[in-house]
């Protein structure tokens, strides 16, 4: 059974930072290409960053610069570093593991909020 539990979200002021963690487990992580998305209320989802197994990352405009991804295959863990955040960050944020031919999954969400 695929599980991905993501953490770290919290109530922060602009400017602040914030690490979001997601842990999997039921997946041969290190060939799963993993993603964090966001949606915003009354939005739709969207990506914010993803790493592919091999290691690329790729970045929406929006946080360019200001956000980091990593991953660590040997705690089957992804990580998102967001600093210089602003209230337009806000929203909650899941964790994907994406693998063609073998599954898309998703996490329950971690909510992030960014006060003026």
């Known amino acids: 059974q695929v599980q991905l539990v993501e953490s770290g979200g919290d109530l922060v002021q602009a400017g602040g930072s914030l690490r979001l963690s997601c842990a999997a487990s039921?997946?041969?992580?290190?060939?799963?290409?993993m993603g964090w998305y966001r949606q915003a209320p009354a939005k739709q989802r969207e990506l914010v960053a993803n790493?592919?197994?091999?290691?690329?990352?790729n970045y929406a405009d929006s946080v360019k610069g200001r956000f980091t991804i990593s991953r660590d295959n040997a705690k089957k863990s992804v990580y998102l570093q967001m600093n210089s955040l602003k209230p337009e960050d806000s929203g909650v944020y899941y964790c994907n593991a994406r693998r063609k031919w073998f599954g898309n999954y998703w996490g329950q969400g971690t909510q992030v909020t960014v006060s003026s």
């Open positions: 790493i592919a197994s091999g290691g690329n990352t």
């Open positions: 039921g997946v041969s992580f290190s060939a799963y290409d």
